[in-house]
């Protein structure tokens, strides 16, 4: 086993109280670095390591450089009962997201709907982890953003398009909650950071170099390449509704015009959200919902089996029997990983 490969592990109380104090070094006022925090170990815990404290140095780097404001002023420029529209001052993205989905719920509580899209903010880390927290109080979650361009349209050559992420979330009773997560793109940013640090090769398929031409090498993705939408033109065409859901409709950058964050880390952030929270009772008996939730799970995944699958999943269901694993034996850290986390800490 390469170096690269070796892990340890820790206790997920143990790195969120790590990453912590390492924003907090930065100047990250303490209830926000707990925020960004839960949400990166959270994404480790999940098995969704691509969107873990992978990214926290890139994070820091950003504070560092001016390019993220380590402590924000989160203003509500326009408000009525079921609706907001929010200036992140340039936040840390899980700040701004995390206050944009709670805005939503309390909304969606007392009125049955809530919508918050929010401007002028960054990385916010996975999509799924803001739908799960309308998921967990019986609501139904959409949690959308946008992100620079990293696609190209149909039948284009250039990086227009964001690889722009989206999860929705549906709360069931004894079952845990469907929760779909994804980005419009065949792979991501994160894995080719993680192919990067760790020396593997990227996935066939997903990404292409400046030339537009297949390649497996993250550093000729990183100089001028690009990745490649889901399903094509289909994935192409869900990209562009969420561009237009956040940037557009918050009157806020859109994709093509984002700075590059990981090579201009002192450009202030220019993501925008849509964060949607749906009380269920608008519609049908909210238990009734989720015991319907559990029968229709269990349903599909009794279903039968294509010839070699040994179980079918549900949206998110991997990610719950994961976290499960590594909330008893410890998140896995690669030594490099490891060596950032130290890093940073000093």
């Not at 701004?96 to 719920?105: E, F, H, W």
């Not at 040994?310 to 909330?327: F, M, T």
Request: net charge neutral.
């Amino acid at each position: 086993m390469s170096a690269d490969k070796q892990e340890i592990r820790m206790d997920h109380r143990a790195l969120r109280q790590l990453c912590t104090k390492i924003q907090k070094g930065y100047g990250v006022a303490e209830r926000d670095a707990e925020v960004v925090s839960d949400c990166l170990v959270e994404a480790n815990l999940m098995g969704l390591d691509t969107h873990g404290v992978i990214r926290l140095k890139f994070y820091m780097d950003r504070v560092k450089a001016g390019g993220n404001n380590p402590t924000p002023r989160i203003r509500t420029v326009r408000e009525n009962a079921c609706t907001a529209l929010l200036d992140a001052d340039n936040a840390l993205g899980p700040v701004g997201g995390k206050r944009a989905m709670d805005l939503a719920i309390d909304k969606a509580s007392k009125t049955g709907v809530g919508v918050v899209v929010v401007s002028r903010c960054n990385h916010y880390g996975p999509a799924g982890y803001y739908a799960r927290m309308a998921a967990d109080r019986q609501m139904i979650g959409i949690s959308l953003t946008n992100v620079l361009g990293s696609m190209p349209p149909t039948g284009g050559a250039q990086a227009l398009i964001g690889n722009n992420p989206y999860a929705i979330g549906f709360p069931a009773k004894d079952e845990p909650p469907v929760v779909v997560d994804g980005a419009t793109s065949l792979s991501s940013w994160g894995k080719l950071f993680l192919c990067a640090q760790t020396g593997e090769p990227l996935p066939a398929g997903c990404y292409v170099d400046k030339d537009g031409r297949p390649t497996l090498d993250p550093k000729a993705v990183m100089d001028g390449g690009a990745l490649l939408p889901f399903a094509g033109h289909k994935g192409y065409g869900i990209a562009v509704a969420i561009e237009l859901l956040t940037g557009m409709l918050a009157s806020a950058t859109l994709d093509h015009d984002i700075a590059h964050p990981y090579k201009e880390l002192g450009t202030p952030g220019e993501n925008s959200f849509f964060m949607l929270a749906l009380r269920i009772d608008n519609f049908s008996d909210a238990d009734d919902f989720c015991r319907r939730m559990d029968e229709w799970i269990r349903f599909i995944r009794g279903s039968r089996r294509a010839a070699g699958t040994d179980r079918i999943w549900l949206p998110g269901e991997k990610e719950i029997e994961v976290r499960s694993q590594r909330l008893r034996d410890g998140i896995p850290l690669n030594t490099k990983m490891a060596e950032e986390l130290q890093t940073l800490s000093r």
